[in-house]
T-cell receptor, first 112, second 113 residues
Framework: QQQVKQSPQSLIVQKGGISIINCAYE??????FPWYQQFPGKGPALLIA?????SEKKEGRFTISFNKSAKQFSLHIMDSQPGDSATYFC???????????FGQGTRLTINP | EAQVTQNPRYLITVTGKKLTVTCSQNMNHEYMSWYRQDPGLGLRQIYY???????DKGDVPEGYKVSRKEKRNFPLILESPSPNQTSLYFC????????????FGPGTRLTVL
């Protein structure tokens, strides 16, 4: 079974700080590395994703860093805002995969 | 508006009383899937469907059934619900099997007493 381990389970950051969430995986065939964001009462929605041919991707305040040799990727949220408070999931996969796996989730709270 | 809809959004039922949670998408997506979300366990896949009349088990299929008679609909059936099926359920879809981004519904919170 594909193993995906996400950490930490919960994270509290002060407004303006940097939030960092990590995702470790075992399957070296994974070629798509997304992060989903879920607000209370809503379904998850794709936030940002990266392919293994690049080591970093930045979209606004959100950055994915990818370390192929360590088999892990992380989400960095710069200048964290209270509106970023949500649960975040990683969901690495192989393109064309039918069975999909998610990390355990990280509940992020940004204190004003 | 492109979306995945689920009904009902909230449901409280009793052990053994059959129920169906509906899921519908208006994006003409081929792939649809059901997940349950439990604290500390993340999202776990129950069943998925690659197209009409094609369904298969995910990681936690016990106690659930699905059908895919039409492309847009993918109902989740609990023939005899038990308290351990109390959870938050999400339906998701994506354009094709090869496409990676999933689009999620708003969720159904199920309580089995």
């Amino acid at each position: 079974q594909q193993q995906v381990k996400q950490s930490p389970q919960s994270l509290i950051v002060q407004k303006g700080g940097i939030s960092i969430i990590n995702c470790a995986y075992e399957n070296t065939a994974f070629d798509y590395f997304p992060w989903y964001q879920q607000f209370p009462g809503k379904g998850p929605a794709l936030l940002i994703a990266i392919r293994p041919d690049v080591s970093e991707k930045k979209e606004g305040r959100f950055t994915i860093s990818f370390n192929k040799s360590a088999k892990q990727f992380s989400l960095h949220i710069m200048d964290s805002q209270p509106g970023d408070s949500a649960t975040y999931f990683c969901a690495p996969s192989v393109q064309g995969a039918q069975k999909l796996v998610f990390g355990q989730g990280t509940r992020l709270t940004i204190n004003p | 508006e492109a979306q995945v809809t689920q009904n009902p959004r909230y449901l409280i039922t009793v052990t053994g009383k059959k129920l169906t949670v509906t899921c519908s998408q208006n994006m003409n997506h081929e792939y649809m899937s059901w997940y349950r979300q439990d604290p500390g366990l993340g999202l776990r896949q129950i069943y998925y469907s690659m197209n009409v009349e094609v369904t298969d088990k995910g990681d936690v299929p016990e106690g659930y059934k699905v059908s895919r008679k039409e492309k847009r609909n993918f109902p989740l059936i609990l023939e005899s619900p038990s308290p351990n099926q109390t959870s938050l359920y999400f339906c998701a879809s994506k354009p094709t099997t090869s496409h990676n981004e999933q689009f999620f519904g708003p969720g159904t919170r199920l309580t089995v007493l």
